[in-house]
């Protein structure tokens, strides 16, 4: 019995080793042929494999999430909106009334957007923008914090006016002085406390004393940063503004805060289609920021005038336009004309240069001297570079030092010295062209 059963395990262990021995053969027969194909066609520079390792996801580094935001003695959680209160520094505390302002604070690492509306208190375009633009946020898909002050100049906005309650003009006297006038406290109070904690800047505005502005931004082209930011804002036109000292716009942009004003439309009243044109630029500015998804995408080409002068009346009496904002001119034409209703002599303004019309007066009794109609010269984006990096050398060459050691945030601007001081051009500028703006 030893003999079969000893047989039967030879047979057996035989037929086991020679099946994986038939395996082992042809693979080797195929990997010879493999090794043959790739001697004869080597592949250039072939890596040699590498292991293949498993990765703890919980391991890997994570972009830290927003913290809360302190802002106004108030902590804005991620991913919500609030409404806090900025109370001025006024007469007496007690009667003082808060400054409503709304925040949407994201979920997402991102820049802070700081938007003002309603410096000056006629201006009711920019309210309506900053309303319609911050209550379409959604905090909880928003990158970054959208700050938005409506209202500003509460007190000119109860009454209508432009101005103050003592009579000046806000946007002459910031970053302001916590010891100096009223209006300068205001002006101390609203940049310590919101602006100084913005990245970037959009002051909204209207045209003033019964003028309207074709809508557009007003920035520094000399300064790389804020034309990189300005391009953001869709097809919306930009104007070379370099400002003058006491905007807001001017001081954030000395203090490292990349800052444009945006114009649109007329004091008074609210124009749907000013109000459209602004929410859209920025709807297409917060996508462009990489903040938040734009509903309405504005991709035209964008308008630049590098110069640009109100034209004004020489006469006082009625005003009638014979054009009208964003018409294309030339040297020569009549934008409008000045008529004396007593004596019926008048007089025609005339286009000094070929342009366009990019702000105007609304029909109305003007006095001699009037701002009339804002004309500007459009430029290329290759001339507006090339202006742009002629200016900052000649800026690196200037050695003016400052003969002001008056407090400039402690009384108005003289439209004047502020257009002497602020006209550092590359080339010599047609008359007017770097005066104050009558409705910044």
Known sequence: MRTPIRYLSVLLAL?????????????????????????????????????????????????????????????????????????????????????????????????????????HGDELNGIEMVRRLMYKLEPDELAGTVIGVPIVNLDGFRSGSRY??????????????KNGSAAS????????????????????????????????????LDKPEVVEFAKHFGGMTVLHSPGVTGMLRDAAVKDGIVAVTMEAGGP?????????????????????????????????????????????ADQGGILLAEVKLNDKVKKGQILGTVTDPISNTGSAIIAPYNGRVLGMAVNQVIHAGFAAFRIGEEKSTEEVEAQAEKASKEKEKAQ????????????????????????????????????????E
């Not at 103050?164 to 002085?177: A, C, E, I």
């Open 15 to 119: 037929i086991l080793a020679f099946q994986p021995a038939l395996a082992t053969e042809v693979e080797d027969e195929e990997r010879a042929l493999e090794r043959q194909q790739e001697e004869e066609n080597p592949a250039p520079n072939k890596a040699s494999p590498v292991p293949v390792q498993t990765v703890d996801e919980d391991s890997l580094p994570t972009e830290e999430p927003p913290h809360p935001l302190p802002l106004l003695n108030r902590v804005v959680d991620p991913g919500t909106f609030a409404t806090l209160h900025w109370t001025p520094d006024q007469s007496f505390g007690s009667i003082a009334t808060p400054v409503p302002v709304l925040v949407a604070h994201g979920t997402k690492p991102g820049p802070q957007l700081c938007l003002t509306a309603a410096i």
């Open 164 to 177: 103050l309650s003592d009579r000046r003009d806000l946007n002459r006297y910031f970053p302001g002085n």
């Open 185 to 220: 406290r205001v002006a101390h109070s609203l940049y310590s406390n919101i602006v100084s904690h913005c990245d970037y800047l959009v002051d909204l505005h209207t045209g003033s004393q019964k003028r309207v502005n074709l809508p557009q931004l007003r920035a520094d």
């Open 268 to 312: 008074n009243r609210l124009e749907t289609q000013a109000v459209n044109y602004g929410v859209q630029a920025l709807e297409t500015l917060l996508e462009n920021l990489q903040m938040q998804k734009a509903s309405r995408f504005w991709s035209a080409p964008q308008p630049v005038f590098f110069e640009s002068e109100w034209i004004r």
């Open 400 to 439: 003016q030092p400052s003969g002001d050691t008056g407090n400039a945030q402690d009384r108005p601007a003289n439209e004047g010295e502020t257009a002497k001081a602020n006209a550092e051009t590359p080339e010599p500028a047609p008359k007017g062209k770097k005066e104050s703006d009558p409705s």
